[in-house]
């Protein structure tokens, strides 16, 4: 994409596609810089809506997405499941600096994995499953254990099914073919860690990343992001060159997430792709001098890049429906675990309507001298008792 030169400053209003946290967190750091903003979701007194004007419909209304464009100097999208007709004619008559060809690529995991080699970038190795026979085929190419995932939708665990024997490949295929996606298989990695880069590339070209953080995950969620992550400085430097690689291949304006695995011998395969600021950025927040979602303003924006430096090590811990009491509680009483391991807690929550067990409701950041001081931290509240690190 050829920088196009379009620059919307601080005053200017944006209109962003989806009300939840992520939508929450880029109109409350937008709005420290003076930007107003409006949201489209159909669940009213959503997270975003809690804090920016809202229009309250369904995603695939064409009537209130023009309402949307009206209001809006541009479009901005804060999840990648936008439906397809909406995003084109937004695109046809307003301003979406994002474009609908990235949200295109990476909603099908076929897709995105060839648009990632195509870039000269490693992935893990996947086959394409049409049938039982293809299926069988791709188990005995990649071999156990592997996970078969639909090509579409699915996050945080849904929409795909772990093999470990052979007895589980025919129930995997049969769970995940009844919903009429398109399925792929991937070879397992045998991983060391599992890290992502948040890549920002503006309307003018620019390419900016942020420090890698090591992920932890628990049940398919994401538990914990630990920055700087636990591995050697050449490898964290290898991950931003990919991550900018991919970024600038698939001309993204915004934000990218690029998730990775790290073998024991240092190599890097990409995992999946996001286009939108993603939860283990989360926390830039506190700890870098731009945060990820004020990044995201500047690309979409026009505005330059701001520095991503890490000003401190941080630990990034999720609350989910079953944390988010116990977290609150702890929030009114001195910190004793804190003061005595020196870390910082800083508590974000997402206001979400309901606390749901395994539903994210907010995070909190933990700013520390030492990451494993963070972790000990999380370790000693006891919050996440039934999550092992």
Aim: hydrophobic content about 40%; charged content about 25%.
């Amino acid at each position: 994409m050829k920088p196009n030169g379009r620059v919307l400053p601080p005053g200017s209003t944006v209109g962003i596609l989806g009300g939840g946290q992520l939508g929450r967190m880029i109109t409350l750091s937008g709005a420290a810089m003076g930007y107003r903003f409006v949201t489209l979701d159909p669940a009213p007194d959503s997270p975003c809506g809690q804090v920016a004007d809202q229009i309250i419909a369904p995603y695939d209304d064409m009537d209130a997405a023009r309402r949307l464009a009206e209001q809006s100097d541009l479009i901005t999208y804060e999840f990648e499941n936008v439906d397809a007709g909406v995003a084109g004619m937004l695109e046809r008559e307003s301003y979406v600096p994002q474009g609908s060809k990235l949200l295109y690529t990476t909603q099908h995991r076929l897709r995105e994995k060839r648009a990632i080699e195509a870039a000269g970038v490693p992935v893990a190795p996947y086959r394409e499953v049409t049938s039982p026979e293809s299926m069988e085929a791709a188990v005995k190419e990649l071999g156990l254990p592997c996970v078969l995932k639909t090509a579409t939708g699915g996050y945080d665990g849904k929409g795909q099914r772990v093999i470990r024997t052979e007895a589980e490949v025919k129930v995997a295929y049969a769970d995940l073919a009844a919903t009429g996606a398109e399925l792929v298989l991937e070879g397992f990695v045998n991983f060391r860690c599992e890290i992502s880069v948040i890549a920002a590339r503006s309307t003018q070209g620019e390419i900016r990343t942020f420090p890698p953080a090591e992920n932890i995950h628990v049940n398919n969620i994401l538990h914990a992001s630990i920055v700087p992550a636990r591995i050697p400085e050449e490898v964290r430097e290898q991950a931003r060159r990919l991550a900018e690689a991919i970024a600038d291949s698939l001309d993204a304006v915004g934000l990218l997430a690029v998730e990775m695995f790290v073998t024991e011998d240092g190599e890097l395969y990409v995992n999946e792709l996001a286009p939108r600021p993603h939860n283990s950025g989360h926390y830039t927040m506190d700890a870098c001098a731009t945060s990820q979602f004020e990044q995201h303003l500047r690309a979409v924006c026009g505005l330059p890049l701001g520095d991503t430096r890490l000003l401190t090590p941080v630990v990034m811990v999720n609350l989910l429906g079953e944390h988010l009491e116990q977290a609150v509680a702890r929030t009114v009483q001195p910190d004793t675990v804190a003061e005595r391991l020196n870390v910082i807690p800083k508590l974000h929550i997402y206001g979400k309507s309901e606390a749901k067990a395994g539903r994210k409701m907010g995070h909190i950041n933990l700013l520390c001298d030492d990451v494993e001081n963070g972790l000990e931290w999380i370790a000693q509240t006891n919050i996440w008792r039934n999550h092992q690190l």
